[in-house]
């Protein structure tokens, strides 16, 4: 049977992450979640594979959404990326 696809979300909004991180469990998807940018990357470094990376924009720190994302892709190699608005 094949690894779970895991889904790192990045998400300051602890409420939010422990939501959306329940119901990618429910659904059967491996979540992981991390509230800034540089706990993000830390988590992408150490990971042994990320398949699918959910990036808020607006993060604190000092990396905002599109710092993450183009850290990402160097770390991974490749990056698809999707902006979806309310």
Known sequence: MP???LVL???DDERLAANVAALLRAQGYEA???GDGAAAL???AHARRS???IIDVNLPG???GADVAQEACRLLGRL???RGRR
């Open 3 to 5: 690894d779970p696809v």
């Open 9 to 11: 979300h990045v998400e």
């Open 32 to 34: 992981l979640t991390a």
């Open 42 to 44: 830390a988590q992408l």
């Open 51 to 53: 398949d699918v990376l």
């Open 62 to 64: 000092d990396m905002d």
């Open 80 to 82: 698809i990326l999707a």
